[in-house]
């Protein structure tokens, strides 16, 4: 079946550092892919998307390509700041249900030093 | 907009016990979604509504558990009776579905839920 594989935290990394995130997909038909990001004690919302192979999603300095062929969808950020510690889904809209249906990640926590 | 309003923030029962988490939604939204977060089993959809329909259940525990959506603007997760094991945050999100696909999902901001 359709579902998302990320790579397991925690992320540690001091101020300024480069962040990578992996994440791979398994899905039939072409899904619509996602970031979501969680603060303590928060809900998840939505950090940046993608809906076709090539795509580049970009917000708050993150960015993230969908690559069909390699089915992965990566999260980069150039230079981490204390205040993005936080945990980290990649997810994906599931083709099969007519794209109703989201499949999110195990989740990768990210801490930031100062 | 108020975004999705959960109730209550945070729930302490004992074992036996009837829960019932709620949600509103956002207003205009057509699709709901109910999350269960634990630390073993990170993030689980349990059933989502389309229009006020069930559409999958299928992420359901056990018949301990059911959900409702009498409307548009109102859903309600119950367990019963309620069990150690379903402590947890539950999430409730929504999202305007379109022809393809759907837009972003808006989260709650979740239910800490006790049970001991």
């Known amino acids: 079946g359709n579902s998302v594989t990320q790579m397991e935290g925690p992320v540690t990394l001091s101020e300024e550092a480069f962040l990578t995130i992996n994440c791979t997909y398994t899905?039939?038909?072409?899904?619509?892919l996602f970031w979501y990001v969680q603060y303590p004690g928060e809900g998840l919302q939505l950090l940046l998307k993608?809906?076709?192979?090539?795509d580049k999603g970009s917000n708050k300095g993150f960015e993230a390509t969908y690559r069909k062929e390699t089915t992965s969808f990566h999260l980069e950020k150039g230079s981490v700041q204390v205040s993005d510690s936080a945990v980290y889904f990649c997810?994906?809209?599931?083709?099969?249900?007519?794209?109703?249906?989201?499949?999110f990640g195990a989740g990768t926590r990210l801490f930031v030093k100062a | 907009d108020a975004g999705v309003i959960q109730s209550p923030r945070h729930e302490v029962t004992e074992m036996g016990q009837e829960v019932t988490l709620r949600c509103k939604p956002i207003?205009?939204?057509?699709?709901l979604f109910w999350y269960r977060q634990t630390m073993m089993r990170g993030l689980e959809l349990l059933i989502y509504?389309?229009?006020?329909?069930?559409?999958?259940d299928s992420g359901m525990p056990e018949d301990r558990f059911s959900a409702k959506m009498p409307n548009a603007s109102f859903s309600t997760l119950k367990i019963q009776p309620s069990e150690p094991r379903d402590s947890a945050v539950y999430f409730c999100?929504?999202?305007?579905?379109?022809?393809?696909?759907?837009?972003?999902?808006?989260f709650g901001s979740g239910t800490q839920l006790s049970v001991l």
């Open positions: 999100a929504s999202s305007l579905a379109r022809t393809g696909g759907y837009e972003k999902l808006f």
């Open positions: 899905a039939t038909g072409y899904p619509s």
């Open positions: 993608a809906t076709k192979a090539d």
């Open positions: 997810a994906l809209s599931d083709p099969g249900t007519g794209g109703f249906k989201t499949i």
């Open positions: 207003s205009g939204h057509n699709s």
């Open positions: 509504f389309n229009n006020n329909v069930p559409i999958d």
